[in-house]
Each structure stands twice: as C-alpha cells, then as structure tokens.
Antibody
Framework: QVQLVQSGAEVKKPGASVKVSCEAS????????ISWVRQAPGQGLEWMGW????????KYAQKFQVRVTMTTDTSKSTAYMELRSLRSDDTAVYYC????????????WGQGTLVTVSS | QSVLTQPPSASGTPGQRVTISCSGS????????VNWYQHLPGTAPKLLIY???QWPSGVPARFAGSKSGTSASLAISGLQSEDEADYYC???????????FGGGTKLTVL
C-alpha cells in the first residue's frame, strides 16, 4: 500500500533552516510528484509547492519562492523540503502529499511534521 | 484570508444530509476542477472527492461533489458520527499559478 512517512518534529530558532523528509513506499516513486502543504495552528491548509520525482522539476508558491527548496533522492524514494530564514509564523505542521502532476489532486498524504520556531 | 470561501462550521444529526459550500472565482473554480479533503486533527488529510465529483477508491457514495460556475459543494448524506472532521475544498488557481484551499469547514455531528 502507498505510504508516505515523514521525519520527526523539529524545534528551530528564528533565522534558522529546517529540512523535512518524506519517504515513499508502495508505488514507483518516479511516476509521481510530491507537493508540500502546511497548516499553522488554528489555520487552514496552505500549498507550498510541488516537485516531480521523475525529473526534479519544481513549481513553488509565490509566497515561498525565495525561501524554499524542494528536492528528491530517487535512490531512497525520498522527497525533501527545506525552508530557510524561519520566522515564528512558520510554526506549523508540514505535510507531504502525492500528486501525479502539479495540477493533480493529492491522493496520499504523509502523517505530518510539526516544526516549531521559537527563540 | 483564504482564496476559496467556505463556511467555518456546519452541523447535522445522524442520518441527515448536510452540504458544505465553496466559493471561488474564474481563475480557480471557474476554470479548474475542485477537490475535497477530509481532515481529522492529528491525522493525515484524506482525499474525498477529486475532479469535482469523482470518488477515490474506498470513499462511500454518500459523499458527493458538484460544481457550478465559480462555486462547488460537498454533500454528505446519511451523516455518521465518524464524519465529524474538517473539510477543505481546493482548486488550482491560474492567476496565482498554484493550489488554493478554502479555509475549512468544521463539521459537527450532533
């Protein structure tokens, strides 16, 4: 069965960077892409961007364009999301989600990774 | 402020039918298909409806999606206690060149 397993919770100081991983199993990793979606406390879902696991092509939300980098390691069937220059309002649960293309629905999601930004 | 507009809350009793609306614009719902997600806090969101009205494998038919113009809706019939969750609509936005979500609707089963 399709599974996306994310790395554990992180606590970071303002200005630092965080890198969250998402290990995929149960399907051919390079046949799909991975989107990253976050949810701040008490807020709704927010799309951050998408990466093709086939060729590494990325599409980032304008809001995160400057601060985010999404990558994949096909040998490990793992996607990564790095967010830099962290601020307190980046405190959120970060989810990875599978999508066949950047315009495709998110059919499987990871369990989420809580990133807390605090001095 | 979310790009897509949903009511913050909805409620119903077991067995009832409830509807959740999602309002957008020409650059998103008006020209792209809508997906719906069910989210229980502390768990991974789940795809409920895709391409406006299609069911992923395993989703019961009592969840039904529809779209008209720049609005979409999710209808849940035969309401059950396990349906208590947050529901989000989502669509691609051509102007923003990215996915946009509604603010979410918290469904309470009374």
């Amino acid at each position: 069965q399709v599974q996306l397993v994310q790395s554990g919770a992180e606590v970071k100081k303002p200005g630092a960077s965080v890198k969250v991983s998402c290990e995929a199993s149960g399907y051919t990793f390079t046949s799909y892409g991975i989107s990253w979606v976050r949810q701040a406390p008490g807020q709704g879902l927010e799309w951050m961007g998408w990466i093709s696991a086939y060729n590494g092509y990325t599409k980032y939300a304008q809001k995160f364009q400057v601060r985010v980098t999404m990558t994949t390691d096909t040998s490990k069937s793992t996607a990564y999301m790095e967010l830099r220059s962290l601020r307190s309002d980046d405190t959120a649960v970060y989810y990875c989600a599978r999508g066949s293309g950047s315009y495709s629905e998110f059919d499987y999601w990871g369990q989420g990774t809580l990133v807390t930004v605090s001095s | 402020q979310s790009v897509l507009t949903q009511p913050p809350s909805a409620s119903g009793t077991p067995g009832q039918r409830v509807t959740i609306s999602c309002s957008g614009s020409r650059s998103n719902i008006g020209s792209k298909s809508v997906n719906w997600y069910q989210h229980l806090p502390g768990t991974a969101p789940k795809l409920l409806i895709y391409s406006n009205n299609q069911w992923p494998s395993g989703v019961p038919a009592r969840f039904a999606g529809s779209k008209s113009g720049t609005s979409a809706s999710l209808a849940i019939s035969g309401l059950q206690s396990e349906d208590e969750a947050d529901y989000y609509c989502a669509a691609w936005d051509d102007s923003l060149n990215g996915w946009v979500f509604g603010g979410g609707t918290k469904l309470t089963v009374l």
